[in-house]
T-cell receptor, first 114, second 114 residues
Framework: DSGVTQTPKHLITATGQRVTLRCSPR?????VYWYQQSLDQGLQFLIQYYNGEERAKGNILERFSAQQFPDLHSELNLSSLELGDSALYFCASSVAGGLNNEQFFGPGTRLTVL | AQSVTQLDSHVSVSEGTPVLLRCNYSSSYSPSLFWYVQHPNKGLQLLLK??????LVKGINGFEAEFKKSETSFHLTKPSAHMSDAAEYFC????????????FGTGTKLQVIP
C-alpha cells in the first residue's frame, strides 16, 4: 500500500459526460501527478501540481483539467468524454517538486466511456 | 526530442535464471532514467533510478541497471528470477531543467516459469 488513495475505483459513463476523479496524496507529500494508461497510447504523464500550483504539464487535453486544494488532495476533471478517454487514470505523489523525485502511485481509477 | 524504446514487449524466463529487460533512450540532454514495475491491477512502483551519479544503480528486490551513455542504454537485470517478479516493467526518461518532459516506454511483460 503506497499511502496514495484514489476514488472511485471504477467509473462507467457515457460519451459527452463529465466526471471527476479524486486523489489524496501520502501524508506530507506536496506534489501530485496525474497519468493516463490506455491500450492505444500506453502510459502518459498528464499534469503535476505542487503545493496548490501547477508545476508541469504533459499531454493533457484541453477537455481535461485538474486542481490541487489547500488540503493537498487533487481532482482531475474530464469533460465531453469520448470513447478514447477510456483508460486507467493514476495519481502519484512525492515530497518534493521535481518530476524526477520518487513518486508513489495510487491504485488507479478505471474509466469506461460507453 | 526524447524517446524510449523497450526492445522486448514480452520476456519469458525460468525461475532461478537471470533476467534482462532492455531499454534504449534518446535525449538531447542528460536525462534521469527510471525503471518502474506494475503488478496486475496495481499502480506503478519505483524499482530504481539513475540521476547522473554512479552508472550502476541498485534497486529493490535484487534488480539493478547500468547506464551506458555510449550505447544510450539502461538495461534492467536480476541474477535470479523469482515467481513474484512476474509483472510489467516500464523504462522512463525524464529530461532535466526547468521544463521537464516525461516519456514512458511501452512496457515489457515478464513471465516467470516455475
Amino acid at each position: 500500500d503506497s499511502g496514495v488513495t484514489q476514488t472511485p475505483k471504477h467509473l462507467i459513463t457515457a460519451t459527452g459526460q463529465r466526471v471527476t476523479l479524486r486523489c489524496s496524496p501520502r501524508s506530507g507529500d506536496l506534489s501530485v501527478y496525474w497519468y493516463q494508461q490506455s491500450l492505444d497510447q500506453g502510459l502518459q504523464f498528464l499534469i503535476q501540481y505542487y503545493n496548490g500550483e501547477e508545476r508541469a504539464k504533459g499531454n493533457i487535453l484541453e477537455r481535461f483539467s485538474a486542481q490541487q486544494f489547500p488540503d493537498l488532495h487533487s481532482e482531475l476533471n474530464l469533460s465531453s468524454l469520448e470513447l478514447g478517454d477510456s483508460a486507467l487514470y493514476f495519481c502519484a505523489s512525492s515530497v518534493a517538486g521535481g518530476l524526477n523525485n520518487e513518486q508513489f502511485f495510487g491504485p488507479g481509477t478505471r474509466l469506461t466511456v460507453l | 526530442a526524447q524517446s524510449v524504446t523497450q526492445l522486448d514487449s514480452h520476456v519469458s524466463v525460468s525461475e532461478g535464471t537471470p533476467v534482462l529487460l532492455r531499454c534504449n533512450y534518446s535525449s538531447s540532454y542528460s536525462p534521469s532514467l527510471f525503471w518502474y514495475v506494475q503488478h496486475p491491477n496495481k499502480g506503478l512502483q519505483l524499482l530504481l533510478k539513475y540521476t547522473s551519479a554512479a552508472t550502476l544503480v541498485k534497486g529493490i528486490n535484487g534488480f539493478e541497471a547500468e547506464f551506458k551513455k555510449s550505447e544510450t542504454s539502461f538495461h534492467l537485470t536480476k541474477p535470479s528470477a523469482h515467481m513474484s517478479d512476474a509483472a510489467e516493467y516500464f523504462c522512463v526518461v525524464i529530461s532535466p531543467g526547468g521544463y521537464q518532459k516525461v516519456t514512458f516506454g511501452t512496457g515489457t511483460k515478464l513471465q516467470v516459469i516455475p
